[in-house]
């Protein structure tokens, strides 16, 4: 596995970790269907949450939470309608994003809930 798919995946793990410690039931974890992949899709106070986890091992770049995009978001409004339809699940969605900072023996984690409405951005 390549180096940042390792990173993408320990962050992912951590951010499951912080959002089960908050009282967030985890439905599903990289969650596919057709092209589209949710990093985290989550239940909490009656709501169906999406969560993008970003993860830098530096804050050189970009903060990860500006790195998702109109079409990223569009892509998530998407694939979480295909989730609901499957699942048949009608409940309200937010969408928050998770970065997280990942150094050595440290980890910042950030949780932005409400992070965007997809009605505004499209």
Known sequence: ???????????????????????????????????????????????????????????????????VTNSKIKFLCNAIEAYLDIKNIDKEIRFDIISIYSKPNENNIIHIEEAFHPLLNN
């Open 1 to 67: 596995m390549a180096e940042h798919n390792k990173i993408g995946s320990k962050g992912e793990q951590l951010a499951a970790t912080y959002l089960q410690n908050k009282g967030y039931q985890i439905l599903e974890q990289n969650w596919r269907c057709k092209h589209w992949e949710i990093d985290l899709i989550a239940e909490f106070n009656n709501q169906i949450i999406v969560i993008e986890v970003k993860t830098r091992r530096s804050d050189k770049w970009e903060s990860p939470e500006k790195s």
